[in-house]
């Protein structure tokens, strides 16, 4: 099991940027793919982004939701084991409270069983 802690949530203004990351307690980081979701009031949770683990034969190797692409983009440091999730062009619709996630496999499509608690992200106006 992977324990995982997002930090770097907070308050923006509608239209800038922000990163999130979220740090891996095991040294076996790389081995996992790894996700961001986001879960807004009332809302069901949401795939946002995902990247798969460096031995991962995926093409491409990650992959970002339509409903963000070209405004989000998710990256790894194994080193560091952590995975980061740069925002930009911030709107209304992307306030919610955005998850790690990580999967025992390497590819980023399957299943994600290991969570983090969240970091929350408004959006002003």
């Known amino acids: 099991q992977v324990r995982l802690e997002e930090s770097g949530g907070g308050s923006v203004q509608a239209g800038g940027s922000l990163k999130l990351s979220c740090t891996a307690s095991?040294?076996?980081?790389?081995?996992?793919?790894m996700g961001w979701f986001r879960q807004a009031p009332g809302k069901e949770r949401e795939f946002v982004a995902a990247v798969s683990s460096p031995d991962s034969s995926d093409d491409p190797r990650t992959y970002v939701a339509a409903s963000v692409r070209g405004r989000f983009t998710i990256f790894r440091d194994n080193a560091k084991a952590t995975v980061y999730h740069q925002k930009s062009r911030l709107e209304d619709e992307d306030a919610a409270v955005y998850l790690c996630?990580?999967?025992?496999?390497?590819?980023?499509?399957?299943?994600?069983?290991?969570w983090g608690q969240g970091t929350q992200v408004a959006v002003s106006a």
């Open positions: 996630a990580a999967r025992g496999g390497s590819s980023w499509g399957g299943l994600y069983d290991n």
């Open positions: 095991r040294r076996t980081f790389s081995v996992n793919a």
